[in-house]
């Protein structure tokens, strides 16, 4: 008995049919895994990342290199412990072509060790312990945002300059927090000029002993680091303690995305950032727009971080036609594109971190008006980085 | 010159008393409604956090649709207390009878619910809430500082409140029954006291405790999400110190942390996040079932 030629096509059609996905392997889509808080106090950063990347992207029509995008998105919680399982079922069970997170130091740290062996390409959109493009640097490695150093190494000479000499650095006890307060007491103390340090438990928001204490010292100004709900909560007690009119506070991330919550309790801080609302070029103008159009938040830092983050992709996947499989290719194109940011256009140093500029800026009336720069095309020294 | 600096040091105690003894209070509220609900129905209630934390949010959300603190404050706390009985009926009375183990399962179900339902409702911002004109004032202290009047009036509140527990539980008859079931639960349900209904009242007091503490502390803390269980955690060891059980306890528990917790964090700050829990070893090899604690 012979199979009925229209009976055989059928079974080859199907054959055929059930073949297609193996010979558009190139084709499938790409694979972001994401790790980043969304609870939490630095819930609102992980949103304002996760949303930005994802708006870019779809300004690309949703693909990169001409490949549909999956997204698999996971919450840190900012769990230092919990995230080597997390990092590793992005990596290895559902095997993502990019990994972007996180925003908690801690975990970056963590991130970049796992990452490092595995070889996935990954993107940090946030955190900016020093080490992440220092010894932990990797030719896998990329940041989009800034180091720890970046932001901290510049407020010394600006605090030097306006004549203080005593200065109380007040900070959230991690990582973050201890190289920020390592980078400025470097570069503040050339000569006599005190630093008095005064950490706080991460992340609590409760200061108002804290302030007790700076009343008693009386230095002639107070440098902080806090960022998201403990930031708001920190420049309410500073105003309501009554120090904010008897020495005046500076401070890197403090009044960032915040600054409205702070209300008149703002006015008048001194902040240094590599970003401002106000800046004026295309890409804020634009991203200041779609941001607001999409979720109805405000851009900040973080948005133009996680925009950022899309931009490296989509220009790197176009640059090789979409081709992750050739990663060396991959890493070069990465390494090369010139990032059209909203913070102005930067390139990667050696150690993949941002070269930019850090701007100086002064609170009034909710937003961070730019007064000047405090340092030109900032490169992070990138200690301990081989590669 | 070193005479007025010694003044400034006093000064500098004298704050930080008024800080400890601020602080100390609010977990007071907490933990009161913790070693109650501990004490007296024998539950381990992991959720307790999680209706601070919906007090604050209830506080926040009141106080923009009304436009002022205390209104929304007034509105919220008859609505914890609701809240409490509908947990306590639908959940706790069917696990009395259960092992600890149960009742940590299911408390710790409740938290991770009541997380989700506060996303979908407030979503994930931190908000700050105004309070009303009279009280956002502040108090010269010293030539720099000042201290906001708002803290004076959360011990105000917390100190009338503490006298008015002491009022029902020592001269009341709810407060008769609830003593009693403290030390013995069985005999008082032989005498024919509606033990059900005791405890969903004793259960649904516990709620508003933990729910005006989070009221109360939402303008000097901000609102935000997961800040219910970082009072969980410290309140657990003010109730242990205290003594399982014993509303004295709990306050003098309150207190004793709360002075460690501020003169620890500015005196000792590398040691200041390990010193509550050193003290609270302390007080256990002293006295095992806690200050005023009955021995098991």
């Not at chain 2, 129905?41 to 009304?66: E, K, V």
Request: glycine share 8%; hydrophobic share 45%.
């Amino acid at each position: 008995m012979s199979i009925q030629p229209h009976k055989s096509r059928t079974i080859i059609s199907i054959v055929l049919l059930c073949l297609i996905p193996f010979f558009t392997a190139n084709a499938a889509k790409v694979k972001i895994g994401i790790l980043l808080p969304y609870t939490g106090t630095y819930a609102k950063l992980g949103t304002h990342i996760r949303d930005a990347l994802m708006l870019r992207i779809e300004q690309n029509k949703n693909t990169l290199g001409g490949r549909e995008v999956e997204y698999i998105s996971v919450d840190s919680e900012m769990n230092v412990p919990k995230s080597t399982s997390r990092i590793n079922k992005l990596v290895k069970k559902d095997k993502v072509d990019f990994l972007v997170g996180p925003v908690h130091s801690g975990i970056g740290i963590n991130m970049a060790r796992l990452v490092k062996k595995s070889g996935t390409i990954t993107i940090v959109p946030n955190a900016g312990a020093n080490q992440i493009t220092g010894t932990h640097c990797a030719p896998n490695i990329f940041r989009t945002s800034f180091t720890s150093w970046q932001l901290a190494y510049p407020m010394g000479g600006v605090m030097r300059k306006a004549g203080h000499k005593r200065v109380v650095m007040m900070y959230w006890n991690y990582t973050f927090g201890r190289q920020t307060k390592a980078a400025f007491a470097e570069s503040f103390s050339a000569s006599n000029e005190e630093v008095i340090d005064i950490p706080t438990p991460f992340p609590k928001a409760e200061f108002q002993s804290y302030f007790t204490k700076i009343a008693t010292l009386h230095p002639d100004a107070v440098f902080a680091f806090y960022s998201g709900g403990g930031a708001v909560q920190f420049v309410k007690d500073y105003a309501a303690s009554g120090l904010k009119d008897a020495i005046p506070l500076y401070s890197t991330f403090l009044t960032e995305g915040t600054a409205k919550a702070q209300g008149s309790a703002a006015d008048g801080i001194v902040s240094i950032l590599h970003y401002s609302r106000d800046l004026d070029n295309e890409a804020n103008q634009r991203l200041k727009r779609t941001f607001k159009a999409k979720t109805g938040e405000d851009v900040d830092i973080f948005a133009v971080q996680g925009y950022d983050t899309g931009s490296l992709l989509v220009q790197a996947m176009d640059a090789v036609a979409g081709d992750t499989f050739h990663k060396k290719a991959l890493i070069q194109a990465m390494e090369s594109v010139v990032i059209d940011s909203p913070r102005g256009p930067f390139t990667f140093s050696k150690a993949h971190n941002p070269i930019q500029t850090i701007y100086l800026r002064q609170t009034t009336k909710g937003e961070n008006k730019i007064i000047g720069v405090a340092a030109k095309n900032v490169e992070d020294p990138a200690t301990g980085c081989q590669m | 010159m070193i005479f007025s600096k010694k003044i400034m040091d006093a000064s500098f105690y004298l704050i930080q008393f008024l800080n400890g003894i601020q602080y100390g209070f609010l977990l007071f509220l907490v933990a009161a409604g913790l070693t109650l609900v501990f004490g007296i129905m024998g539950i381990i209630n992991l959720a307790h956090g999680s209706f601070y934390m919906i007090g604050a949010y209830l506080a926040f959300w009141l106080t923009n649709l009304t436009g002022n603190f205390l209104i929304g404050v007034a509105l919220a706390i008859p609505v914890t207390i609701g809240i409490g009985y509908l947990v306590e009926r639908t959940t706790f009375s069917r696990l009395y009878s259960r092992g600890h183990l149960h009742q940590v399962l299911l408390t710790y179900a409740l938290i991770l619910i009541f997380d989700e339902l506060q996303l979908i409702l407030w979503g994930n911002d931190f908000h700050g809430i105004d309070v009303p004109e009279f009280l956002s004032g502040a108090i010269q202290l010293t030539d720099i500082l000042s201290y906001p009047t708002y803290r004076l009036f959360i011990s105000a509140i917390c100190i009338v409140l503490a006298f008015m527990m002491y009022w029902v539980i020592q001269k009341t008859k709810l407060g008769m029954m609830i003593r009693a079931g403290a030390s013995n639960r069985e005999m008082v349900q032989i005498l024919g006291i509606d033990v059900q209904r005791l405890f969903a009242i004793i259960f649904s007091l516990g709620v508003a405790l933990a729910a005006l503490a989070g009221m109360l502390a939402a303008p000097v803390t901000s609102v935000y999400p997961g800040m219910g269980e970082n009072i969980l955690i410290i309140s657990f060891v003010v109730a242990v110190i205290g003594g399982i059980g014993s509303i004295k306890g709990a306050f003098v528990g309150a207190l004793l942390v709360g002075l460690v917790d501020i003169y620890g964090k500015t005196l000792f700050p590398e040691l200041a996040s390990i010193l509550v829990y050193a003290l609270m070893v302390v007080v256990l090899l002293w006295r095992p079932q806690g200050l005023f604690g009955t021995a098991a």
